[in-house]
């Protein structure tokens, strides 16, 4: 059986889902079949990860997001690697990535759209100069990997032939979100100033205006009226940390609302919490909503995105329409009303992730894909395993 060698192209800043998704790609890979190494634009968390588990990491630091002198660095590094193929992740790695693939002339070349990068920025310059950018590279990777349908539908608006894109879910590894016990869970919250009564609603992710953090404190002020002693914890950083703080504060429910900055070990806040909330207007296939099933914490999600092909409403979460607070409010006090409700969720929905999405599962299709490719079966052709 060959080996092939497979090198990632990030930006390297990555935290959370894409992070997770990264690593879990690098750590799960068959040994016998895949060699795996991993190029940087930015000597950040995911890079110094990467090394501490042993994978061969090259950085090369970009001076600013227009500093295009990092594609010949790549080009030269490739040429020296002679990589079989490179998969890129993000809008600047997808641009210096697939272009420096091509000056090395790599032929194969796969990029993972994690999100619509149309959505993906606080100001609508920066949406459009990024898709801009993404768009002029894209022809030069051979094959697309979605983490949703409705981004392959997406994508298929924009014009990007259906043949050239399969759909792989993102998956998790659940054992680190089901090791905390209640008396873990307890210690957790005291160390927060959370009581054992009190109820906590939660929320991951950055904090930007895409999430909906505003939608969530709107909900929380309607939820407070009737569980006085409510805690809303979001976690997470971001440029929109000071607006919402003053708005929690404008909102008269700034003492319930903990907002916990960037934290590592994000299992340990889904111990405490009781409901989880994603507020967001726009997801490609969220991690953090693989997580909080995995952590037995029942979700509710707005219907954006890759979340309804993840949630079934009112069988293992409940769904709610974005921009809609008094919804969202009533959701959430009926999870807090009702425990009966709230661990039939909990059962289904990590039932749902152990049965589809796994990091076992997302790996093998994605080897599956890159087998297609390096031995020239298009995928779609026999049972790869990825979804068209």
Known sequence: MSQ????????????????THILSLLKNM?????????????????AEEARMQGFPVQVFSMVNNLDMAVIFRIASYLKQQQPDLVHTHGVRANFCGRT???????????????????MDYPTQWGNWFF???????????????????????????????AHKM???????????????????????????????????????????????????????????DRFPEAVF??????????????????????EQVLFT???????????????????????????????????GVPAIATRVGGVPEVLVDQKNGFMVEPHNPES??????????????????????QLTLDREYTVEIVTEKTQNLYRQLLEGVLPGDNAAGTEG
Not at 31 to 41: E, G, N
Not at 173 to 183: G, H, I, K, L, T
Not at 186 to 212: C, S, Y
Request: charged letters at 20%; one cysteine or more; hydrophobic letters at 45%.
């Open 100 to 118: 420096g693939a091509r000056l090395a002339g790599m032929k194969h070349i796969v990029t993972t759209i994690h999100s619509r990068v149309s």
């Open 233 to 254: 914890m979001i976690v997470g950083e971001g440029p929109c940390l000071d607006s919402l703080q003053e708005l929690a504060r404008k909102l008269k429910i700034h």
């Open 328 to 349: 969202l409010a009533e959701r959430i006090m009926r999870l807090l009303e009702d425990t009966d409700l709230a661990r039939r969720f909990q059962l289904e929905a």
């Open 131 to 161: 898709s801009l950018v993404d768009r002029l590279s894209s022809p030069m990777a051979e094959h697309l990997i979605c983490v949703s349908h409705q981004l392959k539908m997406y994508l298929v608006q924009q014009g990007i032939p």
């Open 261 to 295: 900055g960037f934290q590592e070990n994000i299992p340990a806040f889904f111990s405490m919490m009781d409901v989880f909330v994603i507020s967001s207007f726009t997801e490609g296939g969220p991690i953090v909503l693989l997580e909080a099933m995995a952590a």
């Open 4 to 19: 092939y060698m497979i090198t990632h192209i990030v930006g390297g800043g990555d935290r959370g889902g894409a992070k």
């Open 166 to 224: 399969s759909v792989i879910h993102n998956g998790i590894d659940a054992v680190p979100f089901r090791r905390f016990s209640a008396e873990d869970a307890a210690e957790i919250r005291a160390e927060w100033n959370i009581q054992p009564h009190q109820k906590v609603i939660g929320a991951v992710g950055r904090l930007v205006p895409i999430k909906g953090y505003d939608v969530f404190l709107k909900a929380a002020q309607k939820v407070k």
């Open 30 to 46: 068959d040994p016998q079949s895949f060699r795996v190494s991993l190029i940087c634009l930015n000597d950040g968390p995911l």
